[in-house]
């Protein structure tokens, strides 16, 4: 089993960043695939960054050159580095993970086993 506690979230004007950290339980988390994924008010879940066990990342085209995703296996946190913010970035963030060595969850929520609680992340105009 692995438990994901996100913070770092918060209230960021346009253009601002902030960075999104996630704490994972677990002895094997460096084999684990990890994610972002976000959801709005009245909309549903959807991807943002992938990060495999042996460090191939993949983006959404609304955040590609804008969001990092990275990870440090000794400390079992992910991490969600997030510049150029925008208003349409408002949402809570969900941290995601899926055992496995090997294993590419890809860019939909079903790939994924853990989820964190999220959270909230408003960019003002």
């Known amino acids: 089993q692995v438990q994901l506690v996100e913070s770092g979230g918060g209230l960021v004007q346009a253009g601002g960043s902030l960075r999104l950290s996630c704490a994972a339980s677990?002895?094997?988390?460096?084999?684990?695939?990890v994610g972002w994924f976000r959801q709005a008010p009245g909309k549903e879940r959807e991807f943002v960054a992938t990060l495999n066990w042996s460090g191939g990342s993949t983006y959404a085209d609304s955040v590609k050159g804008r969001f990092t995703i990275s990870r440090d296996n000794a400390k079992n946190m992910v991490y969600l580095q997030m510049n150029s913010l925008k208003p349409e970035d408002t949402a809570v963030y969900y941290c995601?993970?899926?055992?496995?060595?090997?294993?590419?969850?890809?860019?939909?929520?079903?790939?994924?086993?853990?989820w964190g609680q999220g959270t909230q992340v408003t960019v003002s105009s």
């Open positions: 677990g002895r094997t988390f460096s084999s684990y695939a």
């Open positions: 995601a993970a899926r055992g496995g060595l090997g294993i590419v969850p890809g860019t939909k929520s079903y790939g994924y086993d853990y």
